[in-house]
C-alpha cells in the first residue's frame, strides 16, 4: 500500500510542476506585453500631443522626446520621421547618429510597416531587422494624423536584446532560461546556466504585429521549490507508522485520565483568557492606528496593501497606490505652531473620509502624508479622477488657530502591475512618482513610470557615495576671486566644494547639494567646508593670503543646528582666524521660513563679528521687507540676470533696482557670473561694487589661487577690501 500511493504522489507532483510552469509562461508573457505597450503606449501620448499642437519646433520635440526617453530607457532611439519618410530628428542623438537622413523607404520591412501604418492611420511594426544604427531591433511607426492631414510618424526603435533583456525581471532571470522565437529563428535567449531540459513551457507573444513565441524552462532553483519531499516521506512514514501505532494505543489510555483532570483546569483558564484578549484587542489597535486621526498606519496599510495585491493578482485586476503629501505643511508648523499643524491633519482626515467614503483605504504614513489604495479600478482615468477629488478638496480653506489657510497636494501614484508586484514596491514607486510631482511645481500628482526607478537608484546610490566621501578623502575646496569693479583689485573669495570620485570623475554640487540638503547631510558636509576653509586660512598665514576674506555658503538647513554658532566658534578658536576674515553666504529662504530662530542664529554670528550676504538674490522669494529685519552687509546678484543683460531689458531693470535699493539700505552689491566685459562694463556704471565670474578667474584649487596672489603681489593685492 505504501509503495502504490508513493508512486501516485510522484506522479502527481510532476504534473502540479508542469502546471505551474505553464502558468509561468502564460504570466510572462502577459506581463511583458503590458510593459512593452505601456511604452508604445507613451509614443502615442507623444504623437496626439504632436498633432493637438500642429506639429513642433526642434527644441520641442527634444525636450519631449528627451523627457519620454529618461521615463522609458528601453528605447534605442525615439525619432521624428517625415512624409517622405526620411528620418529627421532622433533622441538620443549619441548612437544613432547613421540613421540622421535615412530614407527609411529604401528598407523593404520598414516600408511595408510605414505604408501600412500610414494607410490605417494606426500603429504598426516591423519583424527583427538589422537597425540602420546597427543590431538586431524591431521599430514601431505611429503615424500622426490620416489622409490629407497625415503629417509624418514618430517612431519608437528597440533593440531585441535590450528590450527583452529589461523586460525579463530579476526573479524571472534567476529561474527560468527563457528564449523568444521569430517563427524558426531565435531572437532572444537569456542566460542559461544550471537548465532542465526535461520540462519546457511555451506562449504566444503576439503584441502589435509581433508574432513571437516563448520557451520557457526552469532552472534548479525553482524545480527545488517544486519538488515534493512528500514521495519519500511516504515511504519512510509508511513503516515508521505501523510500529507507532502500538505505542499511540498505550497513549490514548492514560491521555484519557490527564484529559479529565485538564477540563476542570482550562474552565478557570477561559475567564483569564478572555480578560487577556479584550486587552490585547486594545494593544493591537493602538499598534496599527495613528493615534491623531484613528486612521491605519504605515505598517497596516503596507500589510493590508500585501492581502489587496494577491487579490489583484488572482482576479487578474489593477490596484493603485496613492501618496498625498501637503506641499505647505512645514510652514504651518513653523509659522502657526504644531497644534495647528495637527488641527490640520485631523481636519483633512475627515474632508478625506466623506470625499473617498469606501472606495478606498486610507492611512496616515506620518506627519503630512497620507497613503490611499484604490482596487479594481477600471482604467487610468478612474485613477486620475480620484485624484483631482483629492486636489479639489483642498481648495475650500482650512481654519487653523481662526486664520483662513490655503493649502495644496501633491500626490504619486504607482499602479499594480506595471508599477511593481509587492506592496514595498508599490510603496517605494509611488514615492519616487510624488518626489517627481514635488520637482514639477508641486499641486498636481505623477504616475510613476520605470524611467523612475532608475532615477531613485541613482540619488539612493549617490547618496551612498556622497557618505562615503568625506572618509575617502573626495572632497576638496575651490576658491573663486572676486574683484572691486572700480579698480579690479582681488578682494576675497567665495569658497565651494568640490568632489571628485575615482570612479565617476568630478560630481557637480549642483547635482549632490541640493541631495545633501534634503537628506540632512548638508549639515557634515558644511561643517567640514568651514573647518578646511580655517585650517587653510591658518596654512596661508605669512603669505600673500595672510589677510585674504572667504565667503562660505551656509544652507538653511545648516541654521537649524542649535550648535552650530558653537561649532563654528570652536574651529575659530582651533585654527586661530580672526573672525572678520570669514563671510557667510545665505539664501533668501533663510530670511522668509523660521524667522525667529534664523534671526537668533544670524544675530549671533554678527555679533561674533562675521559678514553675512545673501546669495543668487532675485531668483527666490524677493521680498525686500527682510532685509531692512536682517543685519546684513552685503547682496550678491543672481547669474541668471548678469548672463542676459546685454540682451534683456527686464534683466538690467531689476539690477539697476537691486543696486539702488541695497546702496539705500547701505549695503553692497556683488554681480555674479560676470563672464564679458561688456557685463563688467555695464555693472561698473551701475555702481555695482564688486563683481566674480569667470571673466576674472575661474574657481581655483588653494595653490593656484596662491601663484595668483604671489604674481600679482607687487601690483593688485588679494587682501579685504
Ligand atoms: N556659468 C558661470 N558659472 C559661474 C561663473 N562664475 C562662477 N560660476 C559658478 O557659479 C556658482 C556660484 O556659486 P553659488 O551661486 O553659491 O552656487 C553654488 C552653491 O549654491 C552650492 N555650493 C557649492 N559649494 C557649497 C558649499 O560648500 N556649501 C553649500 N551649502 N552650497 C555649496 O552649489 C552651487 C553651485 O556651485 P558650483 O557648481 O561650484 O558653481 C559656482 C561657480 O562655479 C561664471 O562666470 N559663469
Given at each position: ?394 481648495k475650500q480653506p482650512f481654519t487653523l488657530n481662526d486664520e483662513e489657510v490655503f493649502i495644496t497636494c501633491s500626490i504619486g501614484i504607482a499602479v499594480y502591475p506595471e508599477g511593481g508586484v509587492s506592496a514595498e514596491d508599490l510603496i517605494r514607486n509611488a514615492d519616487a512618482a510624488l518626489y517627481r510631482a514635488k520637482a514639477a511645481g508641486r499641486n498636481g500628482y505623477h504616475f510613476y513610470t520605470t524611467g523612475m526607478h532608475a532615477e531613485a537608484l541613482k540619488r539612493l546610490e ?26 579690479r583689485d582681488y578682494t576675497g573669495a567665495e569658497v565651494l566644494l568640490r568632489w571628485y570620485r575615482p570612479e565617476q570623475g568630478f560630481i557637480s554640487p549642483a547635482e549632490f547639494i541640493p541631495l545633501a540638503e534634503e537628506t540632512g547631510l548638508i549639515k557634515e558636509l558644511g561643517m567640514w567646508v568651514v573647518r578646511r576653509a580655517c585650517q587653510q586660512l591658518s596654512e596661508w598665514r605669512g603669505t600673500p593670503l595672510s589677510h585674504i576674506r572667504l565667503a562660505i555658503n551656509l544652507s538653511a538647513i545648516q541654521l537649524e543646528d542649535k550648535e552650530l554658532v558653537h561649532k563654528i566658534d570652536n574651529l575659530l578658536r582651533e585654527f586661530d582666524v580672526p573672525p572678520r576674515q570669514l563671510e557667510f553666504e545665505l539664501t533668501e529662504e533663510v530670511f522668509i521660513q523660521n524667522i525667529e530662530s534664523n534671526m537668533a542664529h544670524l544675530n549671533e554670528l554678527i555679533k561674533m563679528g562675521f ?111
Amino acid at each position: 500500500m505504501t509503495l502504490s500511493l508513493w508512486s501516485r504522489i510522484d506522479i502527481e507532483t510532476s504534473e502540479r510542476r508542469q502546471h505551474a510552469l505553464d502558468y509561468q509562461a502564460e504570466f510572462l508573457s502577459k506581463r511583458i506585453t503590458r510593459q512593452f505597450l505601456e511604452q508604445v503606449n507613451a509614443l502615442k501620448r507623444l504623437a496626439a500631443y504632436w498633432d493637438h499642437n500642429g506639429g513642433f519646433n526642434k527644441e520641442t520635440w527634444r525636450k519631449n522626446a528627451e523627457e519620454l526617453h529618461k521615463d522609458f530607457p528601453n528605447f534605442k532611439a525615439i525619432e521624428w520621421t517625415d512624409k517622405n519618410y526620411v528620418i529627421q530628428w532622433i533622441e538620443p542623438m549619441a548612437g544613432n547618429e547613421q540613421a540622421l537622413g535615412f530614407n527609411v523607404a529604401f528598407n523593404e520591412s520598414r516600408r511595408r510597416a510605414l505604408d501600412s501604418a500610414r494607410a490605417q492611420g494606426d500603429i504598426n511594426s516591423t519583424p527583427v531587422i538589422t537597425l540602420q544604427q546597427g543590431g538586431q531591433g524591431v521599430v514601431v511607426y505611429v503615424p500622426i494624423s490620416k489622409g490629407e492631414n497625415f503629417q509624418g510618424f514618430i517612431v519608437g526603435v528597440f533593440l531585441v536584446e535590450q528590450l527583452l533583456g529589461s523586460l525579463i525581471s530579476p526573479r524571472e532571470e534567476e529561474h527560468f532560461h527563457v528564449r523568444v522565437y521569430e517563427g524558426d529563428k531565435l531572437i532572444f535567449s537569456n542566460s542559461a546556466t544550471d537548465v532542465s531540459p526535461d520540462i519546457t513551457a511555451a506562449a504566444d507573444w503576439k503584441p502589435l504585429q509581433f508574432s513571437w513565441r516563448l520557451s520557457v524552462q526552469p532552472k534548479s532553483g525553482w524545480l527545488h521549490n517544486y519538488s515534493s519531499p512528500l514521495p519519500a516521506f511516504v515511504m519512510s512514514a509508511g513503516t515508521i507508522l505501523s510500529a507507532l501505532l502500538a505505542w499511540v494505543c498505550y497513549l490514548a489510555m492514560s491521555l484519557g485520565r490527564q484529559r479529565r483532570s485538564l477540563l476542570s483546569a482550562n474552565e478557570a483558564l477561559q475567564s483569564e483568557v478572555a480578560s487577556r484578549q479584550e486587552v490585547e484587542q486594545t494593544l493591537s489597535h493602538v499598534i496599527t492606528h495613528d493615534a491623531l486621526t484613528g486612521l491605519p498606519n504605515r505598517s497596516f496599510f503596507q500589510e493590508d496593501l500585501a492581502q489587496a495585491i494577491l487579490r489583484a493578482q488572482r482576479a487578474n485586476k489593477y490596484l493603485a497606490v496613492m501618496l498625498v503629501d501637503l506641499d505647505q505643511f512645514k510652514k504651518i508648523n513653523d509659522t502657526l505652531t504644531h497644534s495647528a499643524g495637527d488641527q490640520l491633519v485631523v481636519a483633512l482626515t475627515k474632508r478625506f473620509n466623506t470625499l473617498l467614503e469606501n472606495e478606498i483605504s486610507i492611512a496616515r504614513a506620518g506627519g503630512d502624508e497620507f497613503m490611499m489604495l484604490l482596487e479594481n479600478p477600471e482604467s487610468v482615468d478612474e485613477v486620475i479622477a480620484i485624484a483631482n477629488r483629492i486636489m479639489a478638496c483642498m481648495k475650500q480653506p482650512f481654519t487653523l488657530n481662526d486664520e483662513e489657510v490655503f493649502i495644496t497636494c501633491s500626490i504619486g501614484i504607482a499602479v499594480y502591475p506595471e508599477g511593481g508586484v509587492s506592496a514595498e514596491d508599490l510603496i517605494r514607486n509611488a514615492d519616487a512618482a510624488l518626489y517627481r510631482a514635488k520637482a514639477a511645481g508641486r499641486n498636481g500628482y505623477h504616475f510613476y513610470t520605470t524611467g523612475m526607478h532608475a532615477e531613485a537608484l541613482k540619488r539612493l546610490e549617490l547618496d551612498r557615495w556622497l557618505r562615503e566621501a568625506i572618509e575617502r578623502n573626495e572632497l576638496s575646496l575651490a576658491f573663486q576671486p572676486k574683484v572691486n569693479l572700480k579698480t579690479r583689485d582681488y578682494t576675497g573669495a567665495e569658497v565651494l566644494l568640490r568632489w571628485y570620485r575615482p570612479e565617476q570623475g568630478f560630481i557637480s554640487p549642483a547635482e549632490f547639494i541640493p541631495l545633501a540638503e534634503e537628506t540632512g547631510l548638508i549639515k557634515e558636509l558644511g561643517m567640514w567646508v568651514v573647518r578646511r576653509a580655517c585650517q587653510q586660512l591658518s596654512e596661508w598665514r605669512g603669505t600673500p593670503l595672510s589677510h585674504i576674506r572667504l565667503a562660505i555658503n551656509l544652507s538653511a538647513i545648516q541654521l537649524e543646528d542649535k550648535e552650530l554658532v558653537h561649532k563654528i566658534d570652536n574651529l575659530l578658536r582651533e585654527f586661530d582666524v580672526p573672525p572678520r576674515q570669514l563671510e557667510f553666504e545665505l539664501t533668501e529662504e533663510v530670511f522668509i521660513q523660521n524667522i525667529e530662530s534664523n534671526m537668533a542664529h544670524l544675530n549671533e554670528l554678527i555679533k561674533m563679528g562675521f559678514r553675512l550676504s545673501i546669495d543668487d538674490f532675485g531668483v527666490g522669494y524677493s521680498s525686500l521687507a527682510y532685509l531692512k529685519h536682517f543685519p546684513i552687509s552685503c547682496i550678491k546678484i543672481d547669474r541668471s540676470f548678469v548672463s542676459q543683460l546685454e540682451t534683456n531689458a527686464d534683466d538690467r531693470v531689476i539690477i539697476n533696482a537691486v543696486i539702488a535699493m541695497a546702496h539705500n539700505l547701505n549695503l553692497s552689491v556683488v554681480a555674479e557670473g560676470v563672464e564679458t566685459e561688456a557685463q563688467a562694463a555695464y555693472l561698473q556704471k551701475q555702481g555695482c561694487d564688486e563683481a566674480q565670474g569667470y571673466l576674472f578667474a575661474k574657481p581655483l584649487p588653494p595653490d593656484q589661487l596662491y601663484k595668483l596672489a604671489t604674481s600679482l603681489r607687487n601690483g593688485t593685492s588679494l587682501q579685504q577690501g
